[in-house]
C-alpha cells in the first residue's frame, strides 16, 4: 500500500498512487522476487517464534501477495486496504480469500475480531506524520489479542540511497538530504512500470517512538542481509534493505 501526499502531520490528501490502473496491475504480479526476497525470507521463523495461534490481519494487503503468504503459513487471514482497487486485484488473485476495503483508520468492518498476528508489510513506509501514524498503530494495537503480536516490515533509510537487485536511487541524490518524515522517492525494477515511487523516510529512532506511543513494545528486531549465491545481489550482503520488528 504507497501513497503520495505531502509532510504535513495530516496532509490534506491522501491518495493511494496504486489506484492508478497501470501500477496496480504491475504491483499486483509481484510476489518475492529480488531485494523482496529478504523481506519475507525470514518471516516464518521469526513468526514460529513468537505467534500462538492461527488468526491473522494483513494490514495495508494490496493484491493480497502478503495475506497469500500468512495463508500458505496455515493462518486464517484478513486482508484489509484502504484501495479499492487493489482490494479487487487481490480477490480476483484469491477469491477464497477474505479481503475488506477499510477507511483510514476504520477497522470497523472487521467488527468485534481480535488477532493472534497483524502483519504491516510496508504500509507504513508510505504514512506521512507522526501522530497520522500514531492514531492507526494504536488501531492496530486494539486489534491483537492478549497474547497477539505484530510484525512491521519496513524500509530502512539506506533503502534510498543506494542501488539493489529490484530497486534504484541513482536519479535521486536529493535522497540523501531528506530528513525523517519527508519524501522520497525510488525505482522498482522488478515490473515494466520504472515510474518513481513516493515513500516516506522513517528512521529506527522514530519505530521505536511509534510502538511506544501506541503502547507496544519490542521483542525482536531484525535487518536481513542477503547471503553470497542466494541471489543475484547488489547491496544486500553489505546493506540491510529492509527492517522488521515484532512487537507485544
Known amino acids: 500500500m504507497r501513497h503520495s501526499g505531502r509532510g504535513e502531520d495530516r496532509p490534506p490528501r491522501f491518495a493511494n498512487v496504486y489506484e492508478d490502473a497501470t501500477r496496480a ?28 495461534g492461527r488468526h491473522a490481519l494483513d494490514f495495508g494487503c494490496g493484491a493480497g501477495r502478503s495475506t497469500r503468504f500468512l495463508s500458505g503459513l ?7 486496504d484502504v484501495s479499492a482497487h487493489m482490494v479487487d486485484l487481490a480477490r480476483k488473485a484469491d477469491p477464497a ?7 483510514d483508520g476504520d477497522y470497523s468492518a ?9 502483519l504491516s508489510a510496508f504500509p507504513f513506509d508510505n504514512i506521512p506524520g507522526s ?31 543506494n542501488e539493489w537487485a529490484s ?32 515513500d516516506v523516510l522513517w528512521t529506527h529512532e522514530n ?5 511506544d506511543s501506541a503502547g507496544l513494545r519490542i521483542l525482536e528486531h531484525a535487518m536481513p542481509l542477503g547471503k553470497p549465491g542466494e541471489r543475484e545481489w547488489m547491496s544486500e550482503t ?8 515484532v512487537c507485544a
Open 238 to 245: 553489505r546493506i540491510a534493505p529492509w527492517t522488521i520488528y
Open 207 to 211: 519505530y521505536v517512538a511509534l510502538f
Open 97 to 103: 480469500g477474505e479481503y475488506h476495503v477499510v477507511g
Open 110 to 118: 472487521l467488527g468485534d475480531r481480535r488477532f493472534d498476528l497483524i
Open 74 to 80: 496455515g493462518f486464517h487471514t484478513v486482508g484489509i
Open 25 to 52: 496491475g504491475a504491483y499486483a504480479m509481484l510476489e518475492f522476487p529480488g531485494t523482496y526476497y529478504l523481506a519475507y525470507r525470514d518471516l516464518p521463523g521469526i513468526i514460529a517464534r513468537h505467534v500462538q
Open 167 to 198: 530497486f534504484s536511487t541513482a536519479d535521486f541524490p536529493e535522497n540523501r538530504a531528506v530528513r525523517s518524515g519527508e519524501f522520497v522517492r525510488i525505482v522498482s525494477k522488478d515490473i515494466p512500470d520504472r515510474r518513481p515511487v513516493l
Open 131 to 161: 501522530a497520522h501514524r500514531a492514531r492507526l498503530m494504536i488501531g492496530l494495537r486494539t486489534l491483537l489479542n492478549e497474547t497477539g503480536r505484530l510484525v512491521l516490515l519496513g524500509s530502512r533509510p539506506e533503502i534510498y540511497v
